[in-house]
C-alpha cells in the first residue's frame, strides 16, 4: 500500500470542512478528497476526526491516506493555508445574498474550498475570510443540496 500511496499526485486543492457534524459527510469528503487528489482536509470547530469509525466506514478508508489536520476554527485552516501559499483563492460554498453562481468563477489552483454545517452553514467569520462565495442553482422546491453533494460537483468543474 505504500508504495501506492507515494504515486498519488496531489492537487493543490485544499478542503476546510467548518463544523460539519455528521460523520458520514465527513467521510464521503475523505472519499471525494482521494478521488480528486486534494493536498488537504481540514476539519474545524465541531467535527468528529478520525479516527473514528463512522468516519472510517463512510469513507471507506481513505481517512487513513488522505492529509488531515485539526484546527480549532475555519478562520484558522484559513489562516493555515494561506501562509502554506499567499497565492491561494479561498472559495466558500454557501447560499448568501452574495453568492455567484458556481459556473461565473474561474477556478484555478492553489484554491480551498469552505464548506459548513449541515444546518447554520459556514461561520460569518470564515465567510469574511473567503475571496468568493459561490452556490448551486436550485431549480425545485428543495433550497439546497448536501453538503458532500455540493462539493462533489464544483470539486470536478476544477478538475
Not at 10 to 23: A, E, F, K
Not at 68 to 88: L, M, R
Not at 99 to 128: C, M, N, Q, W
Amino acid at each position: 500500500m505504500e508504495g501506492d500511496l507515494s504515486k498519488i499526485k496531489r492537487r493543490q486543492i485544499y478542503i476546510i470542512c467548518d463544523n460539519i457534524l455528521d460523520t458520514y459527510n465527513i467521510g464521503s469528503i475523505f472519499r471525494l478528497a482521494d478521488a480528486i487528489g486534494a493536498a488537504r482536509v481540514y476539519l474545524c470547530g465541531q467535527c468528529e476526526t478520525p479516527p473514528n469509525i463512522k468516519i472510517h466506514r463512510a469513507a471507506i478508508g481513505t481517512d487513513k491516506w488522505v492529509p488531515w489536520q485539526y484546527a480549532s476554527t475555519a478562520v484558522e485552516a484559513i489562516a493555515n493555508v494561506k501562509s502554506q501559499n499567499s497565492k491561494v483563492k479561498i472559495v466558500a460554498i454557501e447560499q448568501t445574498k452574495k453568492s455567484k453562481d458556481f459556473r461565473e468563477i474561474e477556478y484555478k489552483e492553489p484554491i480551498a474550498f469552505v464548506v459548513g454545517h449541515e444546518t447554520s452553514g459556514i461561520s460569518k467569520e470564515a465567510l469574511a475570510a473567503c475571496d468568493e462565495v459561490v452556490e448551486l442553482p436550485m431549480y425545485g422546491i428543495n433550497i439546497s443540496l448536501n453538503v458532500m453533494v455540493s462539493l462533489a460537483i464544483i470539486l470536478y468543474q476544477v478538475v
